[in-house]
């Protein structure tokens, strides 16, 4: 974000070299004392303006969608874990920006946990982002389907741990040892769970 003309040729170059679709995550700032050259113009980026700014410029690129985290990046003092959940969430400057560039593919992302949280932020953007919290709560996967399946969720835990037992009593081979039957079995498990998991959210498994 210190640097909005550097991340401009990059998504330039990336476009122009892959053809593909391109897209960008981002904070919705960032404090960048103590890692930012000491005659650096500026270290804090933490105002509206400030992303603003830096949508501004990059949007020149043409980027397909903007992941928009809304926290913003303390650089120095906060580990990686810490960043997630010490910044304040400012959900509202996302939704502005959308309001601001209603013609922007605009997502949000940071502390969203469920069903209910997903509807909230879809009345303001386009799309949501969920990363973690589908490690601590995998059925909020199952919520998630049902907004592409006429309401309804697809899957108990029941069934879940219906399907899970074959692969703690018989298909339980490391997937990486591609040496062993077990290893060839597993393999082919982690692949369709992939495939199922990217059927979930309408992705490619590859």
């Not at 830096?54 to 990046?73: L, M, P, Q, S, W």
């Not at 580990?79 to 601001?100: G, H």
Request: charged letters at 30%; hydrophobic letters at 40%; aromatic letters at 8%.
């Amino acid at each position: 974000m210190a640097y909005p003309e550097l991340v401009l040729d990059i998504l330039k170059a990336i476009k122009e070299a892959t053809g593909k679709a391109v897209t960008i995550k981002h904070r919705i700032g960032i404090d960048g004392k103590g890692i930012l050259p000491d005659n650096a113009e500026k270290t804090l980026f933490d105002k509206y303006e400030d992303m603003l700014n830096f949508i501004n410029i990059i949007e020149k690129a043409g980027a397909d969608r903007y992941t928009v985290h809304a926290r913003i990046a303390v650089l120095a003092g906060l580990d990686p874990k810490q960043n997630r959940e010490v910044p304040p969430l400012r959900y509202d400057e996302v939704y502005r920006l959308k309001a601001e560039k209603p013609y922007m593919q605009i997502e949000i992302n940071g502390g969203i946990k469920t069903k209910e949280d997903i509807t909230e932020h879809l009345k303001y953007v386009d799309g949501v982002m969920i990363g973690r919290e589908f490690y601590d709560n995998p059925m909020l996967l199952a919520e998630v389907n049902s907004f592409y399946n006429n309401g309804e969720e697809n899957i108990s835990r029941y069934q879940v741990l219906e399907k899970m037992i074959p692969y703690l009593s018989e298909i339980y081979g490391n997937p990486a040892s591609s040496s062993h039957a077990f290893g060839w079995v597993a393999e082919e498990a982690v692949e369709t769970a992939r495939g199922h998991i990217a059927d979930l959210l309408h992705a490619d498994s590859k």
